[in-house]
């Protein structure tokens, strides 16, 4: 059964503190994995796509890096702006019509 | 550049009242899509449009109907609304499947 999980569900930082979300993911041949940022009362919000293992993605604070099971998103000195949360979505390659989003981890950083 | 617009933002019914909400998207996008997210719970596709005129089912597509007449604009219906299509509802479209799906900000909707 394809299905995507994210941990942790709730991270809290301090300011300045480097830290990396997950996601996990079991889908028959995996096409395209997907983050996206959302905030609060808004809809989800593109940040990257990684295709094959071994890929990664920067931009300004964040770095998202994939292999055959999973996918992370490093965050480096977060800032109070960085809030939010993060969704992952795979998409598979045999039903590519179908996309499998996680439950999200939602990242507080405090000043 | 106004993206995904869906209409309305908020709506409560009462069980059994019918609604529909609109998308429209100004990206000339082929690809369109309806969505809910429930707490806990990822993102949930109800149906999907490959193009005007064409409907296909997602994941969670039963109470749920849509229509696509015109390319801009995807609509989901409920015929008989139960509470347990209480929800955020999504729109989003995208250039193609496997491309960057862009999102409308959400309705909000609870059913009595």
């Known amino acids: 059964e394809d299905q995507v999980t994210q941990s942790p569900e709730a991270l809290r930082l301090q300011e300045g503190e480097s830290s990396s979300l997950n996601c996990s993911y079991t889908?028959?041949?995996?096409?395209?994995l997907f983050w996206y940022r959302q905030d609060p009362g808004k809809g989800p919000e593109f940040l990257f796509t990684?295709?094959?293992a071994g890929e990664e993605k920067e931009k300004e604070r964040l770095k998202a890096t994939l292999t055959k099971k999973e996918s992370f998103l490093h965050i480096t000195a977060p800032k109070p702006e960085d809030s939010a949360t993060y969704l992952c979505?795979?998409?598979?390659?045999?039903?590519?019509?179908?996309?499998?989003f996680g439950s999200g981890t939602k990242l507080n950083v405090k000043p | 550049n106004a993206g995904v617009t869906q209409t309305p933002k908020f709506r409560v019914l009462k069980t059994g009242q019918s609604m529909t909400l609109l998308c429209a998207q100004d990206?000339?996008?082929?690809?369109m899509y309806w969505y809910r997210q429930d707490p806990g719970m990822g993102l949930r596709l109800i149906h999907y449009?490959?193009?005007?005129?064409?409907?296909a089912k997602g994941e969670v597509p039963d109470g749920y109907n849509v229509s696509r007449l015109k390319k801009q604009n995807f609509l989901l219906g409920l015929e008989s609304a139960a509470p347990s299509q209480t929800s955020v509802y999504f729109c989003?479209?995208?250039?193609?499947?496997?491309?960057?799906?862009?999102f409308g900000a959400g309705t909000r909707l609870s059913v009595l």
């Open positions: 989003a479209s995208s250039y193609s499947f496997g491309n960057i799906q862009y």
């Open positions: 889908v028959s041949g995996l096409r395209g």
């Open positions: 990684l295709y094959s």
């Open positions: 979505a795979v998409q598979a390659r045999i039903n590519f019509n179908k996309f499998y």
């Open positions: 990206m000339n996008h082929e690809y």
């Open positions: 449009s490959v193009g005007e005129g064409t409907t």
